[in-house]
């Protein structure tokens, strides 16, 4: 009788999410919104204007599952700011969904193919937050090594349109026209935001809180203290980018010199958990008791706690600060 309640609840919820998609936008809510901009448009207020120009600069609005996302999730200023770091337009109503798709999904499935509800409760959990999690992680890590990559070169660019005369604001300009990638995207970024008002330093800070690297705020202070202390700022740039290509140097070197002890400690870490597949492939039954004897679920639940342990202090032996 379970599997066959199970299936009917996995038939609705899909069958209820494709009516979702068919249903299309509401014409009230599409009204509503031509008649906000056409205000907003013709607005003769300062403030308006600009909160509209901010609104089609960052090209997000909320919506219902957002604010639902953002009353229910945990820490969701800090997951937002983990979004907008990806430099893509996902936003925290998104990332619930698909964190909520994946565990009830998986957990149907898995009940399905018979596996007790504990565990079936406990992988669909771990995947539905961490999956998502993983995959955001990712495209911040790429896409910071990108931004990393140019950003000497965006600096010197910034350099040479400082020594042939063109003030700072008019050379952030070329540069996000100029250099492609985050680099580019995120100069754009700073030279909108300054057109519409915003003084330089905050453009720059909030570009700078959204990176989340310690290069762009290293570019920023040096920016700062240049515009309050005075001083050649083509020369003070040239000798940031110098730092931050053997910077870059340097943690290429590091980064070689763990690789070996990385990789062993990803092959002794895998190795309980391919051996507990490999005997649930061969004899599921004598491991389903890890499931239910609670001396087991002890065991079991003291070995992961110590190798998360052990995995902690290996990557912090193999973590080097610059």
Partial sequence: MLPVTMIAIGAAVTLGMILFALAGPSAQKASNR??????????TSAEGAMEAQMRRITGRSQTKVDRAALRLLPNPAELQKRLNMTGKSWTVGQYGTVSLGLAVGLTLLLLLRGFPLLLALFLA???????????????IKKRVAKFNAKFPDAIELL??????????????SVVGAEVDGPV?????SVSDKMKIGRSMDVALQETADRLGTPEFQFFVI????????GGNLAETLQNLAT???????????????????????????????IVFVLIWTINGTYMQNFFVDQRLMVAGGGGLLWMSIGAFIMAKMVSFEI
């Fill in 159 to 172: 350099v040479r349109g400082l020594r042939s005369g063109l003030p700072i604001t008019e050379t952030m």
């Fill in 184 to 188: 580019g995207e995120e100069f754009r």
């Fill in 125 to 139: 959990l771990g995947v539905g937050a961490g999956l998502p999690h993983l995959v955001v992680g990712k495209v």
């Fill in 243 to 273: 730092v931050l290509r053997q910077r870059m140097q340097m943690k290429l070197k590091i980064r070689a010199m763990s690789s070996e002890s990385k990789a062993s400690a990803y092959i002794v870490g895998s190795l309980p958990f």
């Fill in 222 to 229: 040096t920016i700062a203290i240049q515009r309050e202390t």
């Fill in 34 to 43: 031509r008649l906000t901009a056409l205000r907003e448009r013709h607005s």
